[in-house]
């Protein structure tokens, strides 16, 4: 309907491009997970299977968007970070979203029974999300920071409530005994009340997961001295490591600076 005297409400829509330079961060979260988690019986506090579906989701939307080189996540959610200059559907924020948001739910659901073999989904999983604009790098770093520390906080607690109600304890009272306690406290509540460090517990639980575009050298074929030839391919590494946010991992893996 080019032309007509109805497309005047084109310019009706929301103006939404997120300008330069700032950086663009869309999270999706899983509604109502609490319940999803319960119906469809995940291990508690922490399901692998369902932590590796989360990963492969991600994997997938790295693989779909060549313009997402990095993404975090932890529990239901998953943060995508842009390369800095994209020019991906004009920077539109309610575009750029959606698709992200529809694309992730979509690989989940289609994904769901490599994971969960023995289990039907009994109902609709959906996410919802947002977009997260950083000013600067600095800015970028402690978004990923933030969600980092709410991975170790939401882990640790989650880890003593079920060890609590594993001896016996309701919901309730868990919930009591943990409120209000430190960090030092919770550690020492795993450790005196069931034996367990809170630091050897699996890095993937601790420190939530990292997928993130990198390349390496592939040895393609020898020549005929015996020396290699080599190329450089693109590839996706995921990993489970401590403090993301800070300049020691920015500084190995420098996909996010360029
Ligand atoms: P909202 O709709 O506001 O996001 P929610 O119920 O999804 O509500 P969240 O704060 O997002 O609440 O927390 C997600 C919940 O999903 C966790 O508290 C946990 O109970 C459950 N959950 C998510 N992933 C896992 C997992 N891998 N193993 C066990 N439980 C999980
Ligand atoms: P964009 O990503 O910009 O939306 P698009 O390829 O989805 O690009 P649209 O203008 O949204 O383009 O048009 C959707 C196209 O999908 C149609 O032009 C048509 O080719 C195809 N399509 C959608 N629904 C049907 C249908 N029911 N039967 C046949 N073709 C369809
Ligand atoms: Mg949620
Ligand atoms: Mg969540
Ligand atoms: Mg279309």
């Not at 950086?23 to 922490?46: A, C, M, Q, T």
């Not at 998953?78 to 020019?87: G, M, W």
């Not at 309610?94 to 992730?104: D, G, P, Q, T, Y």
């Amino acid at each position: 309907m080019a032309n007509s005297k109805y497309e005047y409400v084109k310019s009706f829509e929301v103006q939404d491009e997120i300008m330069l330079p700032n950086l663009i961060v869309v999270r999706v979260d899983g509604r109502d997970f609490n319940r999803f988690s319960e119906v469809h019986e995940f291990e508690k506090p922490n399901d692998e299977r369902a932590l590796n579906l989360m990963n492969a989701c991600a994997f997938a939307v790295l693989e779909e968007f060549p313009d997402i080189v990095f993404a975090y996540g932890f529990s239901d959610e998953y943060s995508f970070i842009f390369k800095k200059d994209t020019k991906f559907y004009q920077r539109r924020a309610s575009k750029i979203n959606s698709l992200v948001v529809s694309f992730f739910t979509s690989v989940y659901i289609t994904k769901w029974k490599e994971f969960f073999l023995q289990k039907d989904l009994m109902f609709h999983p959906s996410f919802k999300s947002r977009v997260i604009c950083c000013a600067t790098m600095e800015v970028l770093q402690t978004y990923i920071l933030w969600r980092q520390r709410a991975c170790h906080l939401e882990n640790l607690f989650n880890t003593c409530f079920w060890k609590l109600i594993g001896c016996g304890k309701s919901q309730k009272e868990a919930k009591e005994m943990l409120e209000g306690t430190q960090k030092q406290e919770k550690n020492e509540i795993l450790f005196q009340q069931f034996g367990v460090n809170y630091k050897d517990l699996p890095s993937i639980f601790r420190q939530g997961s990292c997928a993130f575009k990198t390349e390496v050298e592939d040895i393609v074929k020898y020549k005929e001295n015996g020396a290699p030839v080599k190329r450089l391919r693109k590839k996706i590494a995921l990993t489970h490591s401590e403090n993301v946010a800070g300049r020691s991992f920015w500084n190995v893996h420098p996909c996010l600076c360029k």
